[in-house]
């Protein structure tokens, strides 16, 4: 399964991105992705997962203002984020997990105060 994620940018803070992870391989309908992000000198931390039946997860500090979908059909999973705040500023990374992790490459999304 290789990712590949796009949609990052440059926004203001209160302003709104929607990321997206096209996945190849005919197994991504099995499996559960999920978004992590890494902010500058910090760990990379999970913001959310779908699970294939899509079940949704959360990370406390994103709840209410994130959204994570899937279109399996389309081999394609989104975040949505809303609200932006300085502080979301990180390379966001799409992740899939099916037996083993598969990571895409980062986007970077910077929020401006």
């Known amino acids: 399964v290789q990712l590949q994620a796009s949609g990052g940018g440059l926004v203001q803070a209160g302003g709104s991105l929607r990321l997206s992870c096209a996945a190849s391989?005919?197994?991504?309908?099995?499996?559960?992705m999920g978004w992590y992000r890494q902010a500058p000198g910090k760990q990379r931390e999970l913001v959310g997962t779908?699970?294939?039946?899509?079940?949704?997860t959360y990370a406390d500090s994103v709840k209410g203002r994130f959204t994570i979908s899937r279109d399996n059909a389309a081999n394609t999973v989104y975040l949505q984020m809303n609200s932006l705040k300085p502080e979301d500023t990180a390379v966001y990374y799409c992740?899939?997990?099916?037996?083993?992790?598969?990571w895409g490459q980062g986007t970077q999304v910077t929020v401006s105060s």
């Open positions: 992740n899939y997990f099916y037996l083993r992790y598969y």
């Open positions: 391989g005919s197994i991504f309908s099995r499996g559960v």
């Open positions: 779908i699970t294939a039946t899509g079940s949704e």
